[in-house]
């Protein structure tokens, strides 16, 4: 079956950045789009940006532009998000989700960003 | 960006009777092409969003046809037509017609 699986948990200091992954399987990774979500405390959900697996291509939500790249490895099917410049409000819990459909989602990564 | 306003923010319910959410588009969702990307998605606590619904009213495999989508251009609704309880949670609706994807603020189910 179509299945998304995020790397696990991290915590991270202000100005560092942190790295998540997501390995799909169950599919062509290249035919599908990849985008990222990620969603605060009690808050609701906030789009990140999007890749493509074939070109490599990738564009962020403005908000995010500068410190967000959208990486990712064919050979083992796995997409990556990393974010720079950390601050407390990026404290969140990030999902990947295929597209352009947003179907399936993966488990979400926790990302704790604390002094 | 294309602001959707899902009312109301929270729905309490009672098991077996039906239940509505409405979400608003700040501009129309119909694409150049005639489709409409309105998508609904359902989060139960302490899980990932799972869709339910994509472009306006066609179901996801597995999903209780008790859930139905329907509306067109700016106004939106997802209907429960007998909640159960397996159903709580909250509901976002979502945009893929514009640059960039937005979501609702969310709808709470609570029983």
């Known amino acids: 079956q179509v299945q998304l699986v995020q790397s696990g948990g991290e915590v991270k200091k202000p100005g560092a950045s942190v790295k998540v992954s997501c390995k799909a399987s169950?599919?062509?990774?290249?035919?599908?789009?990849i985008n990222w979500v990620r969603q605060t405390a009690g808050q609701g959900l906030e789009w990140m940006g999007w890749?493509?697996?074939?070109?490599?291509?990738?564009n962020s939500a403005e908000k995010f532009q500068g410190r967000v790249t959208m990486t990712r490895n064919t050979s083992i099917t796995t997409a990556y998000l990393e974010l720079s410049s950390l601050t407390s409000e990026d404290t969140a819990v990030y999902y990947c989700?295929?597209?352009?459909?947003?179907?399936?989602w993966g488990q979400g990564t926790q990302v704790t960003v604390s002094s | 960006d294309v602001v959707l306003t899902q009312s109301p923010l929270s729905l309490p319910v009672t098991l077996g009777q039906p239940a509505s959410v409405s979400c608003r588009s700040s501009?129309?969702?119909?694409?150049?092409?005639?489709?409409?990307?309105l998508y609904w998605f359902h989060q139960r606590p302490g899980q990932s969003p799972r869709r339910l619904i994509y472009?306006?009213?066609n179901r996801d495999s597995g999903v209780p046809d008790r859930f139905s989508g329907s509306g067109s251009g700016t106004d939106f609704t997802l209907q429960i037509s007998r909640v159960e309880a397996e159903d709580i949670g909250i509901y976002y609706c979502?945009?893929?017609?514009?640059?960039?994807?937005?979501f609702g603020q969310g709808t709470k189910l609570e029983i």
């Open positions: 169950g599919y062509a990774f290249h035919s599908y789009d």
């Open positions: 472009k306006v009213s």
């Open positions: 989700t295929r597209g352009p459909g947003f179907d399936p």
């Open positions: 979502m945009q893929g017609t514009h640059w960039p994807p937005t």
């Open positions: 501009q129309s969702l119909v694409h150049s092409g005639g489709k409409t990307f």
């Open positions: 890749m493509n697996p074939d070109s490599g291509n990738a």
